[in-house]
């Protein structure tokens, strides 16, 4: 009998390169969406609506792992609906995933449920590890974000799930070409001559390969020792400045016309976004799996950016 991996609102960027990951290692993958479709054999997709309780709970029965993904998109603007919507999304799915988990009688022995490195203080300081700084600040304007998480993590940690060990990934961006993947967009930005520094280019950028976050995400399914709140991130930072230069020389741009935070406001707003994305400092180290042994395939962001634009 296959090992099986439920991917909780796994239909995205993400769950779509750890679906592929997981099956090319002949592991069966199980999709809880709210609008499933006909995959293969490998990847198979179940209807569930991330609030209630429904069929999808026998899925939870002998799997290997558990993760939940689910959670609308942070690219929106932060009105009223949409910060119901994010907290409620985030919040809900995690509750009912962990009400599963402890129902079960064969429950899966690790759950990994998604968070996010913005938890972390805006710093240009030393780089965070696990035992960072949390909290938000007008500056960075992340303090919604960072009540998002903190109660995300929350919800999370309170789960009564005694036999099944949990682990909050707290990711930082995620550089592919998936669908909702942000790298292409830059890309995008290098060639039209876009892609100078924004808003001074000093704050920092956290960042992880796909390769690397999938093979984070299987280091920590196969190491019982890790629990709690684990960094997904490359070990090397670099500012904006930094990571904006290497998108020219990537896209072998001649110039990158720099942007203002002003100008960054007023394209938020006509791209119905917001400029916290863009303007607070993440430094974020993997502290956790570098401890462990984990080994980075793709550790600095010049030869990561040349393979995935390859």
């Given at each position: ?18 679906a592929?990951?997981?099956t ?32 999808w ?22 009105h009223?609906r ?88 707290r990711?930082?961006?995620v ?13 995008r ?36 020792d890790?629990?709690g ?17 290497m ?37 974020v ?10 080994i ?15």
């Amino acid at each position: 009998m296959k090992t099986k991996i439920i991917l909780a609102g796994g239909t995205g960027f993400l769950g779509n390169a750890l679906a592929n990951f997981f099956t090319a290692k002949d592991i069966e993958v199980v999709i809880l969406t709210r609008t499933p479709k006909q995959r293969s054999d490998a990847i198979r997709e179940v209807r569930w609506d991330g609030i209630s309780h429904g069929d999808w709970l026998k899925e939870l029965e002998g799997a290997r792992a558990s993760i939940n993904l689910a959670g609308i998109s942070v690219n929106c603007r932060y009105h009223e609906r949409n910060r119901q919507r994010m907290l409620e999304s985030r919040l809900n799915s995690t509750r009912v995933l962990g009400e599963a988990i402890g129902r079960c009688a064969h429950p899966p022995p690790v759950w990994l449920n998604s968070s996010t490195a913005t938890i972390y203080k805006h710093t240009f300081g030393p780089a965070w590890d696990e035992a960072g700084a949390i909290g938000g600040c007008a500056e960075a304007k992340d303090i919604f974000s960072v009540h998002v998480a903190t109660e995300w993590e929350r919800v999370f940690n309170e789960a009564n799930t005694p036999r099944t060990r949990k682990v909050a990934l707290r990711s930082a961006m995620v550089l592919g070409h998936g669908r909702n993947s942000v790298l292409p967009n830059l890309l995008r930005l290098g060639r039209l001559g876009l892609g100078g520094s924004l808003a001074g280019g000093h704050q920092f950028v956290s960042w992880i390969h796909e390769e690397d976050f999938c093979r984070a995400v299987e280091w920590i399914i196969d190491h019982e020792d890790l629990d709690g709140a684990v960094n997904l991130a490359a070990p090397n930072t670099v500012t904006n400045g930094e990571f904006m230069a290497m998108i020219r020389r990537v896209c072998r741009a001649p110039f990158g016309l720099p942007a203002s935070r002003w100008m960054l406001e007023m394209g938020a707003f006509f791209l119905r976004t917001e400029t916290e994305l863009l303007i607070k400092s993440r430094r974020v180290v993997p502290g956790k799996l570098m401890a462990n042994g984990f080994i980075f395939r793709h550790p600095l962001l010049l030869p990561a950016m040349e393979q995935l634009a390859a």
